[in-house]
């Protein structure tokens, strides 16, 4: 009963590098999602995959790209990394068309 | 722009008081308001939620009062405890699909 899973937990990148956040979740959700969450900004949708094969843009997907590999999987890729992607990333997953996400633990990046 | 506005950023409640914390829209096509938990260095969980066609739910401690013309909700926490010490958020869902908008959070603290 893992719920959703996100590796890793804790990241410092150096401007410009690249990297792959990695989730996966085992209660046979339709739909996941990946949030950033900012001080007194509340958490803000990158992007989503409401089934598998198909994903969409959310409210900041500037220099975030997304890959739903399997029912099970979905993760975030930064390209070329920047200041500004600083942030806590959280995963969730939901059934579809219904409330109630379930979230993971969350990766802490520091870009610098 | 914040489709949810949440106020108050933070509270200070004493043990055994009540924390209110309101939520505010705009977009009449939201059709799901939750409330999630988050304490720190966790995901946030889901608390409570609420449908636009009802006023108010209730879950132990917990309720939700919900104002349909005035688009408005606000979580009502009684004999608030040290243990309820957590960021609350605040959501919306699009009538479409399942995406969430979030508040920016308040951060409760319960002092004993």
């Known amino acids: 009963n893992a719920g959703v899973t996100q590796t890793p937990k804790f990241q410092v990148l150096k401007t410009g590098q690249s990297m792959t956040l990695q989730c996966a979740q085992d209660?046979?959700?339709?739909?996941m999602y990946w949030y950033r969450q900012d001080p007194g900004m509340g958490l803000r949708l990158i992007y989503y995959?409401?089934?598998?094969?198909?994903?969409d843009k959310g409210e900041v997907p500037n220099g975030y790209n997304v890959s739903r590999l399997n029912k099970r999987e979905f993760s975030l890729r930064l390209e070329s990394a920047a200041p500004s992607q600083t942030s806590v990333y959280f995963c969730?997953?939901?059934?579809?068309?219904?409330?109630?996400?379930?979230f993971g633990s969350g990766t802490r990046l520091t870009v610098v | 722009q914040q489709q949810v506005k949440q106020s108050p950023q933070s509270l200070i409640v004493q043990k055994g008081g009540i924390s209110i914390i309101n939520c505010a829209y705009e977009?009449?096509?939201?059709?799901?308001f939750p409330w999630y938990q988050q304490f720190p260095g966790k995901g946030p969980a889901l608390l409570i939620a609420?449908?636009?066609?009802?006023s108010e739910k209730k879950e132990g401690r917990f309720t939700i009062s919900f104002n349909k013309s005035a688009k408005q909700f606000s979580l009502h926490i009684m004999d608030s405890q040290p243990g309820d010490s957590a960021t609350y958020f605040c959501?919306?869902?699009?009538?479409?699909?399942?995406?969430?908008?979030f508040g920016a959070g308040t951060i409760l603290r319960v002092k004993s």
């Open positions: 969730a997953s939901s059934y579809t068309n219904r409330g109630g996400y379930t």
């Open positions: 209660m046979n959700h339709n739909s």
């Open positions: 995959s409401a089934s598998e094969g198909t994903t």
């Open positions: 977009n009449t096509a939201f059709d799901y």
């Open positions: 609420i449908r636009p066609d009802v």
């Open positions: 959501a919306a869902r699009m009538e479409y699909g399942n995406k969430l908008v």
